[in-house]
C-alpha cells in the first residue's frame, strides 16, 4: 500500500486532489503524509480480509473494541422486538470485517454489489455469510431488502459513495455538495424509519467498532424532503467520524462526480 501510493497514477492523484478540496487549509506534507497512509491502509485491510477467511467470526470479534455498546443493545432489542433497521455504514475503517462479525450479535442483512468477477463475488460473499449475515444485492427487486427489514433484521446499506444511476440526493460533505444515493432512507420509511449509524475503524492499533444513536425519522407529506433529512444526518454523522481518522476513507472515489443541477464551471475541479 506504501509503494502503491507513492506512483502518479490516477487513483494516486485524485486521492490528494481530493483530500486538498476536503482540508483546504492542510498543509501539503499533510496532504501528503494522509494519502500515503489512505494506501498504506488499505493495503493492511485487504491482507487482514485475506488472511482471516479461515477463521471463526466469533474468534475475531474479541479482539474488537466498541464504542457506544448502550447503542449496541438498542439494535438488538430491535431486532428482539422484530423492528427492522438500516444500518447506516460506510467505505471507511474495515467494512468487511464489520459484516462478518456484526451478524454474530444481531441478525444482518448486507446490501451489496455483484462483482463482475464471479471468482472475487464468490470469496467476498462467504467472507460476508461466515458469520451469518443475509446478502441482498443491488440489482434485485426492492422487496427482498423490504423482507429482511420486516423480519426484524438489520440492513447494512454504504451510501457515502455517488453513484449516477441510482437516484440520490445532494448533501453536504466536508463542505461540498455530494450526490448520495435516497435507497437507505426510502427502505427505512418502508419499515418504520428507524436508521442508525454502524463503523468498524483501526484505532491505537486494534480494530473498534463504532455504534451511533439509533434514530426514528417519521413521514411527512414531504417524502423528498424526509429522504433529503435522513441521508444529511447519515453523511454529517460518518463525515464526523472520518474527521477522526481521515487516512481511512477512500479518498480515490469519485465522491463529487455528480454536480447540483445549475452548478457553473468555476467548480469543475471537484469532478476530479
Same mark, same amino acid.
Given at each position: 500500500?506504501?509503494?502503491?501510493?507513492?506512483?502518479?497514477?490516477?487513483?494516486q492523484?485524485?486521492?490528494r486532489?481530493?483530500?486538498?478540496?476536503?482540508?483546504?487549509?492542510?498543509?501539503?506534507?499533510?496532504?501528503?503524509?494522509?494519502?500515503?497512509?489512505?494506501?498504506?491502509?488499505?493495503?493492511?485491510?485487504?491482507?487482514?480480509?485475506?488472511?482471516?477467511?479461515?477463521?471463526?467470526?466469533?474468534?475475531?470479534?474479541?479482539?474488537?473494541?466498541?464504542?457506544?455498546?448502550?447503542?449496541?443493545?438498542?439494535?438488538?432489542?430491535?431486532?428482539?422486538?422484530?423492528?427492522?433497521t438500516?444500518?447506516?455504514?460506510?467505505?471507511?475503517?474495515?467494512?468487511?470485517?464489520?459484516?462478518?462479525?456484526?451478524?454474530? &450479535?444481531?441478525?444482518?442483512?448486507?446490501?451489496?454489489?455483484?462483482l463482475r468477477?464471479?471468482?472475487?463475488n464468490?470469496?467476498?460473499?462467504?467472507?460476508?455469510?461466515?458469520?451469518?449475515a443475509? &446478502?441482498?444485492?443491488? %440489482?434485485? %427487486?426492492i422487496r427482498?431488502?423490504?423482507?429482511?427489514?420486516?423480519?426484524?433484521?438489520?440492513?447494512?446499506?454504504?451510501?457515502?459513495?455517488?453513484?449516477?444511476?441510482l437516484?440520490?440526493?445532494?448533501?453536504?460533505?466536508?463542505?461540498?455538495?455530494?450526490?448520495?444515493?435516497?435507497g437507505p432512507?426510502?427502505?427505512?420509511?418502508?419499515?418504520g424509519?428507524a &436508521?442508525?449509524?454502524g463503523?468498524?475503524?483501526?484505532?491505537?492499533?486494534?480494530?473498534?467498532?463504532? &455504534?451511533?444513536?439509533?434514530?426514528?425519522?417519521?413521514?411527512?407529506? %414531504?417524502?423528498?424532503?424526509?429522504?433529503?433529512?435522513?441521508?444529511a444526518?447519515?453523511?454529517?454523522?460518518?463525515?464526523?467520524?472520518?474527521?477522526?481518522?481521515?487516512e481511512?476513507?477512500?479518498w480515490?472515489?469519485?465522491?463529487?462526480?455528480?454536480?447540483?443541477?445549475?452548478?457553473d464551471?468555476?467548480?469543475?475541479?471537484?469532478r476530479?
Amino acid at each position: 500500500g506504501e509503494l502503491f501510493g507513492r506512483l502518479p497514477m490516477r487513483d494516486q492523484l485524485r486521492c490528494r486532489t481530493h483530500l486538498r478540496q476536503a482540508y483546504p487549509l492542510a498543509t501539503p506534507q499533510w496532504i501528503e503524509r494522509t494519502a500515503r497512509k489512505n494506501f498504506r491502509h488499505f493495503g493492511r485491510m485487504a491482507l487482514w480480509t485475506m488472511a482471516t477467511l479461515h477463521r471463526d467470526p466469533l474468534q475475531l470479534r474479541r479482539g474488537i473494541g466498541v464504542e457506544g455498546a448502550d447503542h449496541l443493545r438498542d439494535l438488538v432489542r430491535a431486532c428482539r422486538r422484530g423492528e427492522g433497521t438500516v444500518l447506516l455504514t460506510g467505505h471507511f475503517g474495515n467494512w468487511e470485517l464489520l459484516s462478518r462479525v456484526a451478524a454474530t &450479535v444481531a441478525p444482518l442483512s448486507v446490501v451489496g454489489k455483484r462483482l463482475r468477477s464471479p471468482t472475487a463475488n464468490r470469496l467476498i460473499q462467504t467472507a460476508r455469510i461466515g458469520g451469518g449475515a443475509h &446478502v441482498v444485492y443491488q %440489482d434485485q %427487486d426492492i422487496r427482498a431488502a423490504v423482507r429482511e427489514l420486516r423480519a426484524g433484521r438489520a440492513l447494512a446499506t454504504l451510501p457515502d459513495q455517488d453513484i449516477p444511476r441510482l437516484a440520490g440526493t445532494f448533501v453536504p460533505w466536508f463542505g461540498h455538495l455530494a450526490h448520495t444515493p435516497i435507497g437507505p432512507a426510502a427502505l427505512a420509511q418502508f419499515a418504520g424509519g428507524a &436508521v442508525q449509524p454502524g463503523f468498524l475503524y483501526a484505532r491505537g492499533g486494534r480494530w473498534v467498532a463504532h &455504534v451511533g444513536p439509533r434514530k426514528i425519522f417519521p413521514r411527512t407529506a %414531504d417524502r423528498a424532503a424526509d429522504l433529503h433529512r435522513i441521508m444529511a444526518w447519515a453523511m454529517a454523522y460518518e463525515e464526523a467520524l472520518v474527521r477522526r481518522a481521515p487516512e481511512q476513507w477512500v479518498w480515490w472515489h469519485r465522491r463529487w462526480r455528480t454536480r447540483p443541477p445549475g452548478t457553473d464551471a468555476a467548480a469543475s475541479t471537484i469532478r476530479a
